[in-house]
């Protein structure tokens, strides 16, 4: 590590990555495809060197949720398709065409502006159809009350010209909760999904691709695997289903213990004064706060995991800067390195004490923290995504 970098920095397990593909993979199934979730940065393990990994491992498809993102793949020189499942503007078709993108479509008039457009352009766009069965996000509404004009239209949208209909695919809303209730609206979404491209395939509209799988139905309903699935979270390790599994997190945020101070008993420590020492105290002060992603709602209640173990967060974390609790673990020196989250401190544990979920984590580590990979225990790339 360079000292220019060695401040706050995520270390990304490739091996772990690979080990994760590898039990995926096994889980659902030789003949399902394995699309890798590589929008918002790789959940924020860094896109371009994770979808380079997943290519070289073997994975079919991956998906993005702008057309920006499968830009920026297709500038690193990955070349898998990749789905853009979000809302790409409909003047935007050419250049999803020229980054040779499938684009999610989610409505007859959606996919009139797109058929227009890639006509205009000379070529063809490859979709993937979206279902809503039970999202209630994208999708051609596939309840009791729309399943028909949904059928047609989506009959329809396959004949239009500049178009090409390579699959069809939804999204679960509650596949990773393990509730009866939850396990029921799983189940009917599922069947809707089936039921229209049954009916579909009926009309003669048959699609190479269906798709419906995310983490949740990967870890809860394997038998979900259709011709591919889409595992994002429980893909890098994380997630409530990740450790079920026998998923290895991929990220390790790491900082450093950047000054020891020694404090005497009752001494306010970092704004608000929110908290004070009981007694005479060491105090480490580390070169990360909320402008490196370490939400400031964790104040008070998380922990670093220290060579010598755990050293609580005291006091308000500042945007550049918090400070742990080192008088129970006096052999910690200047310098010591400190896991933020990682196999040791997980981030799933973290996600739950900030009242949210292990995604919104890893998506928050800024721009200013450097990603660097690791491959069989060595450093293979870096990506400090400050302009240099
Ligand atoms: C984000 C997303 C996924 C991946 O979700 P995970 O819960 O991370 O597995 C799959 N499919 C769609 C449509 C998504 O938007």
Redesign the pocket.
Known sequence: MDSTLRRTWAEIDLDALAHNYRTLRARMGEHARF?G?V?ADA?GHGAVEVSRMLEELGAEYL?V?SLDEALELRQGGVGLPILQ??LTPADQTAQAMACRVTQ?VWSESAAQAFSQEAQKAGGTLKIHI?LDTGMSRLGFSCDEEHFADSLEAICRVCTLPGLEAEGI?T?FAV??ESDGVSQDYTLRQYRRFSAMTEALAARGAAFAIRHCA?????AGYPQFACDMF???????GI?HQAAELGLRPVMTLKTVVGAVRELPEDTAVSYGCTFRTARPSRIGVLPIGYADGLHRVLSNQWQVWTPWGAAPIVGRICMDMCMVDLTDLPQVREGDEAEVYGVHNSVNDAARLAGTIA?ELTCAVSKRVPRIYYRGGREVARELLLRG
Not at 214 to 218: C, D, E, L, P, T
Not at 230 to 236: C, D, F, L
């Open positions: 699309l979730v929008k959940y998906a949720s499942l979000g999610a979206k695919f999204h596949s990773d995310n983490s949740g139905a990967a889409r595992p994002g979270i429980v893909s890098y997630g995604y």
